[in-house]
Every structure is written in structure tokens, then in C-alpha cells.
């Protein structure tokens, strides 16, 4: 049972645009979002989170939506650049008894095309 | 300087052999995590520790077993291993239970042969 879902496996944009990762939950439990990015053969690094007391975080050309109502998150890049080509995991965690384990998405693959 | 390290980065071992991964870290975390990506690209928890008590324990066969020594150290060792067993695994780090910002390892691609 796959509580965190990213259902596009791959993006592809163009530098300077916009890009749009998306991310699906089905556990209200959850009360912290992450986004981390992983280039091949190393390990995810941490991006941006986001708290479920908030709508919207931003950090630099990062920028995390969260809509609870729809158990839905977004990450856009603005503007995509070619070193942001990578694979972008959403994960979340949270609920009572909270251990601090990460529930993740099975990643989208980002091209930014120069 | 590495904060969340883990050695051996590969490793390739006949089936039925036991192995151990190491990880330290750097950063004086309370909290160290195991993760396994599968051939689908799943990332998984396996175990968390903190400060040198396990915490997490998902359904991991008892052929893995965790040892951390000191907060800064958690290793993983699998015993008997099986083909399936095939995996990158990563070691990971946070500050605390609750604070789940997670540092990651590069990660150990361990196939069984």
C-alpha cells in the first residue's frame, strides 16, 4: 500500500521555465512533507519541507504547495536550470507515536533541457 | 568532509555469505536510519536507532541485523544472503525522532550473486 505517490515517473523542461513535480498522500496522519533530490550514485539530499500548518514554503527558486484538502503537494522550480536534472523524491512523515520514519514517493525523474 | 558516511560504496558477494555495511556520522545526530532502494526504486525504512536504542524495526527478515555501538555509528550486517537481497542501501542521520530532515549516505550497492 503505497501511502506517498508521485505519479509522473519523468519531466522534461526547457531552462528557464517552470518545472512542476507532483506528489499524492492518502494518510491524514501525515504533518511534515520533504523534497529531496538524488543524483545518481549518491545519496538523496534535502531539499525543502514543509509543515502541514502551512499552505506554501519558499527557498530560493524552490517553492513547496501544500494543499491538505486534497492530500496533495507540488514542488516548482523557478527557473529550471540544467543542474537540476535529477531524480525528486517526495516523502512524508508524522502521526501519533511519530517515529521519525519517512514514507517516500517512488521519484520523478527532472530533464532540464539547455 | 562527509557528514553521513558508509563504506563499502560497492559490494558483490556469492549468496549464503554474511556482510556487513558501516556507516558513521559526522554531525552529532541522535537519530541513524537504514533505508534500502529496491530494483523499482522504492525507498524503504528498515530500522532507525536512537541514541543506540532501536526505534523502528519495519518487517525486515531477522537476517538483518543492526549494531550501533555509539550514537554516531550504526552498521548493518545480513546474514545468509540471498539473491533478493540486492539493493542500495542507504545510511541516513537526523538530528532527532522528531526532526526528521534527514541526512543521507551515498548510498552501498550490495548484489548477491
Known amino acids: 500500500d503505497q501511502q506517498v505517490k508521485q505519479n509522473s515517473p519523468s519531466l522534461s523542461v526547457q531552462e528557464g521555465r517552470i518545472s512542476i513535480l507532483n506528489c499524492d498522500y492518502t494518510n491524514s496522519m501525515f504533518d511534515y512533507f520533504l523534497w529531496y533530490k538524488k543524483y545518481p550514485a549518491e545519496g538523496p539530499t534535502f531539499l525543502i519541507s514543509i509543515s502541514s500548518i502551512k499552505d506554501k514554503n519558499e527557498d530560493g527558486r524552490f517553492t513547496v504547495f501544500l494543499n491538505k484538502s486534497a492530500k496533495h503537494l507540488s514542488l516548482h522550480i523557478v527557473p529550471s536550470q540544467p543542474g537540476d536534472s535529477a531524480v525528486y523524491f517526495c516523502?512524508?512523515?508524522?502521526?501519533?507515536?511519530?517515529?521519525?520514519?519517512?514514507?517516500f514517493g517512488q521519484g520523478t525523474t527532472l530533464q532540464v533541457k539547455p | 568532509d562527509t557528514a553521513v558516511s558508509q563504506t563499502p560504496k560497492y559490494l558483490v558477494t556469492q549468496m549464503g555469505n554474511d556482510k556487513s555495511i558501516k556507516c558513521e556520522q559526522n554531525l552529532g545526530h541522535d537519530t541513524m536510519y537504514w533505508y534500502k532502494q529496491d530494483s523499482k526504486k522504492f525507498l524503504k525504512i528498515m530500522f532507525s536507532?536512537?541514541?543506540?536504542?532501536?526505534?523502528i524495526n519495519e518487517t525486515v527478515p531477522n537476517r538483518f541485523s543492526p549494531k550501533s555501538p555509539d550514537k554516531a555509528h550504526l552498521n548493518l550486517h545480513i546474514n545468509s544472503l540471498e539473491l533478493g537481497d540486492s539493493a542500495v542501501y542507504f545510511c541516513?542521520?537526523?538530528?532527532?525522532?522528531?526532526?526528521?530532515?534527514?541526512?543521507f549516505g551515498q548510498g552501498t550497492r550490495l548484489t548477491v550473486v
Open positions: 516523502a512524508a512523515t508524522g502521526g501519533s507515536g511519530n517515529t521519525g520514519k519517512l514514507i
Open positions: 536507532y536512537n541514541n543506540k536504542e532501536l526505534i
Open positions: 541516513a542521520s537526523s538530528p532527532s525522532r522528531i526532526n526528521t530532515e534527514a541526512f
